[in-house]
């Protein structure tokens, strides 16, 4: 099954969302970076809630067919980066999140509202 990148970047964070994510952020990366076309960024409050995020949007997207191209810091759990290839989901553990400031780095970078509704 092939879906666009903003389909796919909803499908994570309605997974992220599932698992009670803190903070999650949809930064549209398209005109600012080549890297990805959606960066996705959430916390959670223990490394078990950070592993079960990560896991909640692996299996969501599995299930549609779509596998990672890697992940990184499964394992520590401090902060985990799922690359979809057009888009990055990066779970962070909150106090690490603060530390490395990804939306303060992409500022500029519009954000997806989600209708939570």
């Known amino acids: 099954m092939v879906i666009n ?7 994570c964070a309605n997974a992220i969302l599932d698992k009670k994510a803190l903070d999650l952020v949809i930064l549209e990366m ?4 080549s890297i990805a076309d959606y960066f996705i960024i959430c ?7 950070v592993q079960g995020i990560a ?3 692996e299996e969501s997207l599995k299930k549609k067919g779509i596998y990672p191209l890697g992940i990184e810091g499964f394992s520590e759990a401090k902060w985990i980066l799922l ?3 057009d888009v990055i ?10 530390f490395y400031d990804l939306e303060g ?3 500029d970078a519009p ?5 939570t509704g």
């Open 105 to 107: 780095l992409w500022s």
């Open 43 to 49: 916390s959670g409050k223990s490394d078990r809630q």
């Open 5 to 11: 990148s903003k389909a796919k970047s909803l499908v």
């Open 30 to 33: 398209r005109e600012l970076s």
């Open 83 to 85: 690359d979809y290839n």
């Open 55 to 57: 896991y909640s949007v």
């Open 111 to 115: 954000r997806v509202e989600m209708d």
């Open 89 to 98: 989901v990066n779970v962070f553990y909150e106090p690490i999140r603060e």
